[in-house]
């Protein structure tokens, strides 16, 4: 295991807008070595890679190289893949699968050939699909995705408009699909240990609405400018220094459950506490039969997203 002063470097698979936004967050927050891009039009590296070196002197110094080979990527601690197509405006991410797999097929070998002990974090949509098919080609390697992270952080931020209270101090979750079969955990959320449906402020109605506003927030934003790109840039930063200090953060990320409230084989958000190996633990919240029901219809619906989008 890598000690806390160690160099590490970070390469940013797919160099696009949530590619780069995440290299930006990355560069800001400081603690790696160096920071690779890959992608396959070199002269838009080059172009990123001196943009990015022009924040240098006001924040954080990191080597940035770029690549259009992927064998050239050794030495990678953390692989964060960004690469693929994005949704177009009314398209459900489940949609983007068939050609995403493809992509992952083709690229997530290559990588952990070249660097075979990195952590993989998906982050092409649908997420969740994508992280099954690379641990399904890659059974060794540590993957898990950034799944409900960002849903999460878009639902504390919309019930601290009406709470009051700053978005990090509330405890509430967003598991299961990133995607239109997530939900949101309110039976057991809380703020500083009072229950969240006791407190003051609280209103079902408010919660539901808070919540709508995070699994429909993609859809308005690329409605409105094309792309959503700055929550899940602090998401992967997020992610990455938990990994890289040891962290062991408790984050809404996508994993392979198994036998979670009786859902196995798919790939879905849960609380995990993440450290220097990736994901350590994953935690049972709890969750009423609601949402439990909840669960069990977004894994069904990925399952069956999967075997359509699997290509033959
Ligand atoms: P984008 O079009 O700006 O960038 C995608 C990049 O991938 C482009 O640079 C493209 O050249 C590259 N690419 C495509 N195929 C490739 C291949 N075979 N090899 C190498 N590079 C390849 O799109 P974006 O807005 O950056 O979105 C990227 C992905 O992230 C999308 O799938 C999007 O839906 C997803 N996304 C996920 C979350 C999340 O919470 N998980 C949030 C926002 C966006």
């Not at 990355?26 to 838009?44: N, Q, S, T």
């Not at 669960?295 to 075997?307: I, N, P, Q, S, T």
């Amino acid at each position: 295991m890598k000690k806390n002063n160690d160099r590490f470097k970070i390469a940013i698979i797919g160099a696009g807008k949530v590619g780069m936004t995440a290299a930006y967050a990355l560069l800001l927050g400081g603690g790696f070595h160096e920071i690779a891009l890959y992608g396959r039009d070199k002269r838009k590296l080059l172009g990123e890679k001196l943009d990015l070196e022009h924040a240098m002197a006001l924040s954080h110094k990191s080597a940035i190289s770029v690549s259009d080979n992927p064998a050239e990527l050794s030495g990678v601690d953390i692989f964060v893949f960004c690469a693929g197509a994005a949704q177009a405006a009314g398209e459900t991410r489940l949609q983007l699968a068939e050609k995403n797999i493809k992509i992952v097929n083709d690229l997530v070998p290559k990588l952990l050939e070249a660097s075979p002990d990195a952590i993989l974090l998906m982050v092409t949509n649908p997420v969740d699909l994508l992280t099954l098919r690379a641990k399904e080609i890659s059974p060794a390697a540590r993957v898990f995705g950034s799944g409900t992270l960002l849903d999460t952080a878009r639902f504390r931020f919309h019930l601290s408009e009406f709470l009051r209270v700053h978005p990090r101090s509330i405890h509430a979750y967003v598991l299961g699909e990133h995607g239109d079969h997530s939900f949101p955990v309110i039976s057991s959320a809380n703020i500083g240990g009072q229950p969240l449906t006791s407190f003051p402020e609280f209103s079902r109605e408010k919660a539901l609405e808070a919540y709508r506003k995070a699994r429909d927030a993609a859809y308005a934003i690329i409605e409105s400018k094309g792309a959503t790109y700055y929550g899940i840039g602090a998401s992967v930063a997020k992610i990455a220094r938990s990994i890289i200090t040891n962290g062991q953060s408790v984050l809404s990320l996508s994993t392979i459950i198994d036998d979670y409230y009786g859902q196995s084989g798919m790939a879905v958000s849960v609380p995990c506490i993440l450290g220097r190996n990736g994901i350590e633990r994953v935690i049972k919240v709890a969750l009423n039969q609601d949402e439990q029901d909840q669960l069990a219809d977004g894994v069904k619906a990925l399952k069956e997203a999967y075997l359509a989008g699997k290509p033959k």
